[in-house]
């Protein structure tokens, strides 16, 4: 804020304020933009208060020196800014980051080492698991593959021994008279009918 000398420090620092867009006044009370103006201010003029010519030139010096203080203070506050970037990156604090990563790395690592530990604990465990599994698989297979071989020589036998069985009535040139003489004294008919049960319901009387 500027000081005030001999009651002017509005109207100067309207004189030093940079000229911007028109602003419209704000309409205060009950009077809207188009009424006519008051009886009471017709006719008058404004006429600006006088500037002391002295008080410009202070005003004016004053201000020049805000402004070299002002941008002196930006440099300063710009150029701490900076140094603390800097430190942050390259000084101490670059040196305590760089600790507490090497650290962090540490640890991860360590954890990294146990979960590749215990994987590798199940990883054994499933693979041995398989291996007893493929195993016992493999066995039950030769176990049932040799009792299937058991079953059929013992069906062959069972079949060897039927057809030695059936061979002892087959008919043969040393058995072949006597075969005869059975079959012209037993005679059978196979001239008959059966039903769906298979009993016998119409048969031909020999001759």
Do not use: C
């Amino acid at each position: 804020m500027f000081p005030v000398l001999g009651g002017r420090t509005v109207q100067v620092s309207r004189l030093l304020a940079p000229r911007g867009a028109v602003l419209v006044a704000a309409v205060r009370g009950r009077k809207s933009r188009n009424d006519p103006v008051a009886k009471s201010k017709v006719g008058r003029v404004k006429v600006p208060p006088p500037v002391d010519p002295l008080e410009m030139v202070v005003m004016k010096e004053r201000f020049s020196e805000y402004q070299l203080i002002m941008r002196a203070l930006r440099l300063e506050f710009k150029e701490e800014m900076l140094r603390k970037k800097y430190e942050e990156e390259t000084g101490s604090r670059a040196e305590e980051r760089a600790r507490q990563e090497a650290e962090e790395h540490g640890a991860l690592m360590a954890w990294n080492n146990q979960e590749n530990l215990r994987l590798l604990n199940i990883r054994v465990l499933r693979i041995q698991k398989e291996k007893e599994e493929a195993e016992l698989k493999k066995f039950e297979a030769a176990v049932k593959q040799e009792q299937e071989h058991q079953e059929f020589v013992k069906a062959k036998e069972r079949e060897v021994l039927q057809l030695q069985e059936d061979a002892k009535n087959f008919i043969n040139l040393e058995n072949l008279d006597q075969r005869i003489e059975e079959a012209l004294d037993n005679p059978k008919n196979y001239n008959f009918a059966v039903d769906k049960a298979g009993r016998v319901v119409k048969q031909t009387v020999l001759q």
